[in-house]
């Protein structure tokens, strides 16, 4: 026992003991008030990390694309998996969408950019096979998905791969929806996933869609005598555009890049056919389907340009 000098509190050493553990424990429900708001909780993160080249990483695996390489799409019951678990990731529970996608051969990584330090939920292949020919995605895991680049032609139309790497890395709140196979794969035209709805690239476009995400999807085209444009522009399936798609097309038509709008002339490609336009009409979601030209997008000064325009509208969905 030990008693205060001048006092006649007594204190044993029990009752202290008791003291110091209810400190504590204001103090740890005190620090975990003042965490980040909307910081998802541990239980809810990837159990995979990894620091990487963002980048290097998705155009290393897409280098790999060929007309030959042999792609078969995903069944319905993996395309309903699927489409649980990305539903699931998008609803901020990754460690639940982990596993609904194991069983698909499908896992997710969370990664950090070296060049920005930005963070992105990665859904891939586990390993080589069937399902590594399905595609990618890759979420903003720092803030709520406002838009989405989809790229249904990687280096089959030359470059969108690259372009649609860039709009993600320069806007924030983005998802990127990435084909897995060159657009001549597989056979009969099973890998043209602009035009097929059993692909896993319509049933991860479809479930942004089903949150209301908007979209803008890049394709490429040469350009020819009946083409003489720098840019087609148009809202697939639908007959007119939102305001912002309007500013896009003006944009690039104030740095000399010549564009055709379709919702208020006649264009070549407009994508009027096109599976996830007419799925976003449908669900009355904003679809922007954009066609460029080599010089558009091959790396020159048109090339930053339309990148340029492309982010700039990315980044008004952003703050939406």
Known sequence: ???????????????LFAHIIVQVGLVLALVGCQST???????????????VDLRSRILSYTAEFGPDTPYAAPDERQRE????????????????????????????TRLTDTDSGRRYDEVAALRPGRSARWGRLYVSADS???????????????????????????A??????????????????????????????????????ERGVPGVQLHGFAKSSDRPYDAVI??????????????????MAAEGLRVCRGWSAPCPLEGTT?????????????????????????????????????SGLLTTWAKD
Do not use: C, Y
């Not at 026992?1 to 009752?15: L, V, Y």
């Not at 609803?91 to 969408?97: I, S, Y």
């Not at 697939?236 to 003006?250: I, K, M, R």
């Open 37 to 51: 708001p909307g910081e998802a909780p541990e239980t809810s993160n990837p159990t995979a990390r990894e620091l």
């Open 81 to 108: 998996q699927l489409a649980k678990g990305v539903g699931r990731l998008l609803a901020g529970d990754a460690r639940e969408a982990e596993r609904l996608l194991a069983p698909i051969g499908l896992g997710i």
């Open 1 to 15: 026992m030990t008693t205060e000098t001048g006092s006649e509190i007594t204190i044993t050493r029990t009752s």
């Open 274 to 310: 096109n599976v996830q336009g007419r799925e976003a009409q449908r669900r009355h979601a904003t679809f922007v389907h954009v066609e460029l030209a080599p010089r558009a997008r091959d790396g020159g000064p048109e090339t930053k340009e339309a990148a340029k325009a492309l």
């Open 234 to 251: 148009s809202t697939g399936a639908a007959e007119s555009a939102p305001g912002e798609v309007a500013a896009l097309a003006d944009r």
């Open 172 to 209: 924030p709140g983005g998802a990127l929806v990435l084909a897995g196979a060159h657009r001549e794969a597989g056979r009969g035209g099973a890998a043209d996933v602009a035009h097929r709805e059993d692909s896993a690239f319509h049933t991860i476009v479809r479930e942004l869609q």
């Open 144 to 170: 709520g998905v406002r838009w989405s680049a989809q790229v249904p032609h990687p280096v089959s139309d030359r470059n969108t791969e690259s372009l649609g790497v860039r709009l993600l890395e320069d």
